[in-house]
């Protein structure tokens, strides 16, 4: 099943966007660097979206990993402070982002992107939800770092 990670996390993402009831979900991990990284996405408007991040270092989910808080951006396509137009213009189908930050044991692991191709105001709720899903999202990356240990010859990770 490790060796299947990728695919495993493909259909985390894609459920957890049902679940949040939005167009897609990405998700973006830090590296031994610190930097955010582009791990995976529900499409290619996702993958377009975590690698303008990644190529232009700003975007919600930098800012999200900066703060340690959720970023809600209802137009990507604004002028700033409202919006990322740096980044909309590599990823032009994405308009609204929530980027929620992973925290594990107190510190960040990354971010959890969820995106509408349509404008969006994030209400309360919907802020909420995201910030349960990013938990479950720590959880699911726990199991498949532990998968991945467990399935690892003695000595190799």
Known sequence: MASDAPSVLENILTGMADL???DGAALMLLDG???????????DDGVLLESAQESVGDGPAIESAASGGLVAIPDLHAARPVG????????????AVLSVPLIEDRELIGVLDFYARDGRVWDRTEAEA???LGELMVIVLQVLAEIR????PSGQL
Do not use: C, E, K, M
């Open 33 to 43: 660097q610190d930097r955010l990284r582009a791990i995976g996405a529900t499409d």
């Open 84 to 95: 990322f137009p740096n980044v909309a213009v590599h990823a032009p189908p994405v308009r």
């Open 149 to 152: 240990t467990d399935r690892a």
């Open 20 to 22: 949040a009831g939005v």
């Open 130 to 132: 995201g910030a349960r």
